[in-house]
């Protein structure tokens, strides 16, 4: 008996710990734009009758809902990754004439609805299902503004904290701009019924806060561009990009990344720098300048084993530093060729005389470094280019 | 005259020459290739928004005209009847704004007195013959004009009729109009082009008296324009400066903002009596063309200079390794032979063939100088 009754306290307990957490989760991630509409449509469903929550048609379809994307903070910006999170305004205009009311009920051109207030009426009314196509986690902090304009022009900003994937494209390191996305899609609703617009009162609100600073970036402008995402059977459905222009701060990686790799090209010059020719012979001995060249090879892995765990979008593409490490080791190579054509088997020399060999020796004792920097400048220069 | 030194010098100098020469030749005809892209593409941008101008023409034109037809607007016109004209034309007006971006519609009584503004009914019989010479003409001429105009509202593209009654009576005129705006707008979006409207600000305040204040501030202010319209402010405030303005003719330039470089076209803006008003400014990203360009600079510049080390090599190494050592090293054994020093004869494999020669013959010289020196002593 007791047994028992305990047994239905727990029960009610639960039951009701079930129906705090589904009303918690009404109310603290109430169908963002980045959410699922489904808890939602459940609430608009039980809240409002079936005509208030369709989609408005009293202008035509489809619905035109313009879009734009405030950078309130961004937080952090991790390239390696390919990630970032950042607080965003995300601002939402359209027009549902059945909201129309007369002007005089507003008392300051439009009514406000914040937080709990905006999701109570959110659930009454239609609003476009978006979801984030890139969100790389669930928002941290999302907070709702709806505002209704007596001509039925209704407007939300979604405040939320969210990480975001975004495509890092590392050819013009350390000179490379890049994109930081926040994709959007309509869900759901194809073209048909539901498309995604801005004008420039969009892009005017579609910027980065003044006071934001990134550590290693520089914020520039932002890009809203509007496009389509292929569904089933010739579907399409609305799709918006909203990317910022990160400008890297290419001085930040002078010290860590580029000084090492033009300090490692100077090993493999030691090889030719090191000796001396004299009528064909040399004065240190061909495996003491092998030796320097094999040195040369472990610190260049070693250093390129640095660079893939400290940077390893880097060394993933075709770059600036993947061209110079490879130089390195075309470097190391050439060295090594010295090493046994010249001071081993004097191949030169025995091929064309001594004299030749002595003065190719000069040559490359000037031109081996010269050409090897001026091709590493070369590929910085056409990172900057 | 030292050949070590005048001979490579002369050769080494003309590596350089020739190789500077192929290098800025190449330079050029690739830079004038990436030019000669970009100004086709200025002219497709202008092309572009020209034609987009004429659109919106003819989409005001066609609107105008399939509303001027209707034999109750005709009537009501005709009749003056301002409430009646109203209650015809505001549906379609309404459905013409809403959906296809229509925001004026005005009937005007000869010659420009307007008569009922369907966008804004409160408020008509304002002469306009000062600033609306496209509705002067037309009531004048009977013909269907189109054309830019500066209204008291702003800016618009306009498509002005005449109107008559049943008879075939001349009663007045008709005209739709878009905003700027979001014919610019819906250029942008098919297009990817940001563009900016500048207008004289003289003109336009003259005219444009209900326009609001927040067009005529120092933001929008660029030489004796103002921004009337951008697809994307912040991008237009930092591409088109003062000194850039001041167009008669098409007019295009490259400009960085914000790391990137940008192609701006900036096209002069005529009304309807083809005065200048104003400017339009096209903008689009050059990132890709600006950085071909850049990188086959720099691939050229390298390529030239590692040419010049490798040929400057191969003659140092010709001239000297194969010619002047040797000669250096035989003269030293000559010498040598000369004063009567015995040393070690030359290795062959450090002489040519043709020094080699030229060796054996001192060293025979140099044996028969010993045989006879030995056949005196005895």
Redesign the interface.
């Known amino acids: 008996m007791t047994g028992s009754r305990s047994r239905a306290a727990c029960g009610a307990v639960l039951a009701k710990l079930g129906t705090a957490l589904v009303l918690f989760g009404a109310l603290a991630f109430p169908a963002t734009a980045a959410e699922p509409a489904k808890s939602r449509e459940v609430a608009a469903a039980k809240a409002a009758p079936e005509a208030a929550v369709s989609a408005p048609t009293g202008k035509g379809l489809p619905v035109v809902v313009r879009a734009a994307v405030y950078f309130h903070n961004i937080e952090s910006f991790d390239d390696n990754k390919g990630v970032f999170e950042a607080t965003t305004d995300l601002r939402l205009t359209w027009h549902d004439l059945r909201l129309r009311y007369p002007a005089r009920e507003a008392l300051h051109g439009y009514k406000e609805y914040r937080v709990s207030a905006a999701e109570e009426m959110m659930a009454k009314i239609w609003s476009p299902r978006l979801r984030i196509v890139n969100k790389a986690s669930d928002p941290t902090f999302t907070e709702r503004r709806l505002r209704i304009y007596p001509d039925g022009k209704v407007e939300t900003i979604t405040r939320s904290t969210m990480s975001y994937k975004t495509p890092i494209d590392v050819t013009r390191f350390p000179f490379d701009l890049q994109p930081m996305l926040v994709e959007f899609v309509v869900n759901e609703d194809t073209i048909e019924v539901v498309d995604l617009d801005f004008v420039s009162e969009d892009v005017e609100f579609s910027r980065v806060a003044r006071n934001v600073e990134v550590s290693g970036w520089t914020p520039g402008l932002v890009n809203l561009k509007r496009d389509l995402l292929k569904g089933w059977n010739g579907d399409r459905y609305a799709r918006m990009k909203v990317t910022v222009d990160m400008q890297r701060q290419a001085g930040s990686t002078i010290a860590p990344i580029f000084i090492p790799l033009f300090a490692s090209l100077l090993i493999p010059f030691l090889s030719v720098w090191m000796n001396k020719a004299i009528a064909g012979e040399f004065e240190v001995e061909a495996f003491e300048l092998a030796n320097v060249v094999i040195g040369g090879l472990f610190a260049v892995i070693a250093l390129g084993f640095t660079i893939s765990s400290a940077y390893p979008a880097i060394v993933a593409g075709d770059n600036t530093v993947t061209r110079l490490i490879g130089l390195n080791y075309v470097a190391l190579a050439f060295g090594a060729v010295v090493a046994v054509v010249f001071y081993r088997y004097r191949m030169l020399a025995n091929a064309f005389g001594p004299y030749v060999q002595e003065q190719i020796f000069r040559f490359i004792s000037w031109s081996f470094p010269l050409t090897f920097v001026l091709c590493g400048l070369g590929f910085v220069a056409m990172s900057a280019a | 005259m030292n050949i070590r030194k005048s001979a490579p010098t002369v050769l080494i100098a003309a590596v350089i020459v020739m190789v500077v020469i192929v290098s800025v030749v190449s330079n050029y005809i690739s830079h004038r290739m990436v030019t000669a892209f970009e100004e086709a593409q200025f002219s497709m941008m202008g092309q572009i928004v020209q034609s987009k101008l004429q659109d919106a023409e003819k989409k005001a034109i066609s609107a105008a005209e399939l509303v001027a037809a209707m034999p109750a607007v005709k009537k009501a016109f005709a009749a003056g009847k301002r409430d009646e004209l109203l209650a015809t034309t505001l549906a379609a007006y309404k459905i013409q704004h ?2 296809y971006g229509l925001s004026q519609a005005q009937f005007h009584t000869a010659p420009a007195t307007s008569f009922l503004r369907v966008h804004n009914p409160e408020k008509f019989g304002d002469d306009q013959i000062s600033y609306r010479k496209i509705v002067a003409e037309v009531n004048e001429s009977n013909a269907i004009r189109k054309g830019v105009e500066i209204t008291t509202s702003g800016i618009g593209i306009f498509g002005t009729l005449p109107m008559t009654d049943e008879a075939g009576k001349p009663t007045g005129s008709f005209e739709m109009g878009l905003e700027f ?2 014919v ?2 819906e250029l942008k ?1 098919s297009n ?1 082009f940001e563009v900016a409207l500048f207008i004289d600000e003289k003109m336009l305040q003259e005219t444009a008296t209900a326009l609001k204040g927040d067009v005529f501030n120092s933001q929008n202010r660029t030489g004796r324009f103002v921004k009337f ?7 237009s405030r930092a591409l088109v400066l003062d000194g850039d303005i001041e167009v008669r003719d098409d007019s295009s330039y490259i400009r960085e ?4 470089p940008y192609g701006v076209l900036l096209q002069p803006v005529y009304n309807y009596t083809k005065k200048q008003i104003g400017v339009i400014a096209v903008v689009r990203s050059f990132a890709a063309t600006r ?1 071909a ?3 086959s ?3 050229q ?2 390529l030239g ?2 040419s010049i ?2 040929l ?2 191969m003659v ?2 010709v001239i ?3 010619v002047l ?2 000669v250096e ?1 035989l003269t030293e054994r000559v010498t040598a032979l000369a004063n009567g020093v015995q040393s070690e004869p030359m ?1 062959d ?4 063939d043709e020094l080699k020669a030229l060796s054996e013959q001192c060293e025979a010289l140099a044996a028969r100088k010993a045989s006879g020196k030995a056949g005196d002593a005895t």
């Open positions: 809403d959906k705006g979001p610019l707008d979006k990817g319209h951008s697809t994307h402010p912040e991008l903002a914000g790391g990137v950085s360009d850049g990188q600079i720099v691939w510049t390298m200079l590692i080390i490798m400057s090599g140092l190494v000297r390794g194969m050592r040797p090293a290795p494999e450090a002489l040519c």
